[in-house]
């Protein structure tokens, strides 16, 4: 992937994703040629649990985030070297931290660790998951998808430029899970009324795109849940970004998985290989969302890809750093 708005001399950025499930951290260099990973470090955290019912973040879960925080923070002080004396953190929180009353309480946990942290909108993380998801394709219509714990991102534009619609969607896999799938397994009729109101609320989205006349070539799928569907479909006993990275699930393939792990309980869905048995409890939610995505959209697959949020947030701050803005 280029930059061709970034300085000729690299800026090393550490960008960190706390989402609703999941934290991520990437350090990367950006130069003239390009993004070039240097670490990379998840862990799940669920700091969302509870907030769709209660509105507010557990202790416990901002603290299992502030500590994964402590982890990240000396992997970036381990990126640091002579050329690179300063690294550029950049930390955000989405939908969890959205939607609770008590945010402010994190953000200042996270500021005595020495972390500034900007909570953003959903506009803004679709425009960055634009960016960094579509640097992975041609430069042609594509959709993109994110998948959130909280929240799920749907993004049309022409890869490598300005998305032209985005649109987040207070729908999540942890969400869905809280509000829909009581029972283990879910029933029948729990994810049909998952489904049936994740569609209500997405459909006006792709009416309006297709009203436009947008026609796009692919479908792009981000975040843990596709790169989980990816490593579940090719039996993945050892994660592996490059097999996973724009590996393409079609519909029919996506229906088999989906009947297939919603039929079983949670502590033998732990045990599906290619699944992180963390993510077990919301996969069976995240799938739906992505049937109900294809269903709204009219396509008949999507292409996972490892490029996300994360490279977004690393290629934005690079060309801001480049530009005198940061």
């Not at 009353?101 to 679709?126: C, D, K, M, Q, W």
Request: charged share 25%; net charge negative.
């Amino acid at each position: 992937m280029t930059c061709s708005t970034c300085a000729s001399a690299s800026a090393r950025v550490a960008a960190i994703d706390i989402g609703t499930v999941t934290c991520r951290l990437l350090v990367a260099d950006v130069d003239a040629e390009g993004l070039h990973e240097l670490r990379r470090a998840h862990a799940i955290t669920n700091l969302g649990e509870g907030v769709a019912t209660s509105g507010v973040l557990l202790p416990q879960a901002m603290q299992r985030v502030d500590e994964q925080m402590e982890r990240f923070m000396g992997i970036v002080e381990e990126c640091r070297d002579e050329a690179h004396p300063d690294i550029v953190v950049v930390a955000m929180a989405t939908s969890a931290a959205r939607d609770a009353r008590n945010a402010s309480e994190f953000t200042a946990l996270l500021v005595a660790r020495g972390i500034e942290l900007s909570v953003i909108p959903g506009e803004r993380e679709a425009e960055l998951s634009f960016k960094g998801a579509s640097s992975s394709f041609p430069a042609e219509p594509l959709f993109v998808v994110d998948v959130g714990g909280g929240s799920t991102e749907v993004i049309a534009g022409t890869a490598g430029e300005a998305p032209q619609f985005r649109r987040s969607f207070n729908i999540g896999c942890r969400r869905v899970t809280e509000l829909f799938l009581r029972t283990d397994p879910p029933t029948g009729s729990e994810l049909q009324e998952a489904k049936a109101w994740a569609r209500t609320e997405m459909e006006p989205f792709f009416s309006e795109v297709r009203a436009a006349g947008f026609e796009p070539r692919a479908l792009a799928a981000v975040a843990g849940t596709a790169t989980s569907i990816a490593a579940m479909h090719l039996r993945l006993e050892h994660y592996d970004a490059e097999k996973v990275h724009l590996s393409r699930i079609d519909r029919t393939t996506l229906d088999a998985l989906a009947q297939r792990v919603s039929a079983l309980p949670l502590e033998e869905r732990r045990q599906v290989v290619g699944l992180e048995p963390d993510r077990a409890p919301v996969i069976v939610a995240g799938l739906a969302i992505l049937q109900t995505v294809l269903d709204a959209s009219g396509m008949d697959a999507f292409t996972v890809s490892e490029t996300d949020i994360l490279h977004g947030i690393v290629l934005d701050t690079a060309a801001r750093l480049a530009d005198g803005r940061f």
